[in-house]
């Protein structure tokens, strides 16, 4: 999906919530989708600290986090728990489905693809009457570089 359409879809889904896209959720709306990485709110307003804007364009942090919210409720972003207390998120629209490797130490994210696993859940599913609408994959554990500076 174009940048443009996921744009316009987003400031559709902002009038029917009676809101309008101001230049700050305007400048978060771009962030959030010219990074593939995922990334909290906190992270995220670093990013936008680093930047030299006009002070018009500065976003506040109440700002940022009812932005991402939005973001997630209209489905243009996933929350995704890698279990810190502290949400990640990710955009979603244009990228095909995966799962996510989640190391409970330093909170590093994988993404990954198996059909094999796509087809038993699907098999699963099917086999106690459930129709799958969405699934969401977390493998928890530890990475090998936490394994390494446990040693």
Do not use: N
């Amino acid at each position: 999906m174009k940048h443009e359409t996921i744009r316009r879809s987003f400031e559709d889904f902002l009038k029917t919530k009676g809101l309008r896209l101001t230049r700050q959720r305007s400048r978060i709306f771009e962030k959030a989708f010219a990074t593939h990485d995922h990334f909290t709110a906190e992270t995220f307003l670093g990013w936008l600290g680093e930047e030299d804007v006009p002070k018009p364009e500065r976003v506040s942090r109440a700002t940022v986090y009812r932005t991402l919210g939005l973001l997630t409720d209209g489905g243009f972003l996933e929350l995704l728990d890698v279990g810190s207390g502290e949400a990640h998120y990710e955009h979603v629209i244009g990228h095909k489905h995966h799962d996510h490797l989640i190391c409970s130490s330093c909170s590093r994210i994988v993404e990954f693809m198996d059909q094999r696993i796509e087809d038993l859940q699907e098999e699963i599913a099917r086999s106690h009457g459930f129709e799958l609408t969405h699934h969401d994959l977390r493998l928890m554990g530890i990475c090998k570089s936490c394994r390494r500076k446990a040693k």
